[in-house]
């Protein structure tokens, strides 16, 4: 089946630094990934939409110039977090979607990324 | 606009006994229905979906759904817990008529199965 690995699975980093996490598919083509964050004991919100090629784009309230997003190929998306702050320690999960699957179905997780700015 | 409900932030069952989590949604359009599982500090993993024919939904590890349009909603049940059921879980609805839309997810129910 399809599988998205999503790395790092931990990452701690010190405030003001910035850390990249990759999201990528591995067996399969995927023109359309979705960044997601999940505070503790609170369900996903979504980030932003990825589209291989094109700029992303953001829900409302997200600041796109601190989270950063490339889809710079069919297979990886990136996500920055540009000048990292304590607030920003969460649980970020991808999401990507099977260019050749119907709409019914397609999307797989990623496995997810803990960040923890000190 | 979309909303998923899940009414019970926590349910307890003992292991062995049938389980079920609730979901109620709401869509301007025709729903398309999932329910993922998620383990402490892991991803989300899918465990079934309705999308058109009958109403009940059969999944992964024994989970079935019942796709009810007339409520409105689509309980998770298992006939029989078992403790490594003990995980969050998450309802999602998708709007069919709107095609690449994203999921919207409800606030999660924690299962705790009680040995």
């Known amino acids: 089946g399809a599988v998205v690995s999503q790395h790092p699975s931990r990452v701690i980093c010190k405030s003001g630094t910035s850390v990249k996490i990759e999201c990528r598919s591995l067996?399969?083509?995927?023109?359309?990934m979705f960044w997601y964050r999940q505070f503790p004991k609170q369900s996903l919100m979504l980030m932003a939409t990825?589209?291989?090629?094109?700029?992303?784009?953001?829900e409302q309230g997200v600041e796109k110039d601190k989270f950063l997003i490339n889809h710079a190929s069919l297979t990886l998306s990136t996500l920055t977090v540009t000048s990292a702050h304590p607030e920003d320690s969460s649980f970020y999960i991808c999401s990507a979607r099977d260019s050749s699957a119907g709409k019914n179905y397609g999307y797989t997780f990623g496995s997810g990324t803990r960040l923890t700015v000190v | 606009a979309q909303s998923v409900a899940q009414p019970e932030d926590q349910v307890n069952v003992a292991e062995g006994n049938p389980l079920t989590v609730k979901c109620t949604y709401s869509?301007?359009?025709?729903?398309?229905l999932f329910w993922y599982v998620q383990y402490p500090n892991r991803g989300l993993q899918f465990l079934l979906k309705?999308?058109?024919?009958?109403?009940l939904v059969k999944g992964s590890y024994g989970f079935e759904a019942e796709f009810n349009k007339s409520q409105t909603s689509f309980h998770l049940k298992k006939p029989s817990a078992l403790v490594s059921d003990s995980a969050l879980y998450f309802c999602?609805?998708?709007?069919?008529?709107?095609?690449?839309?994203?999921?919207?997810f409800g606030p999660g129910t924690r299962l705790s199965v009680l040995p």
């Open positions: 999602a609805v998708r709007d069919r008529d709107n095609y690449g839309q994203n999921f919207v």
């Open positions: 990825s589209n291989e090629g094109s700029k992303a784009t953001y």
């Open positions: 309705y999308i058109t024919g009958d109403n």
């Open positions: 067996d399969f083509q995927a023109t359309t």
């Open positions: 869509v301007s359009g025709n729903p398309y």
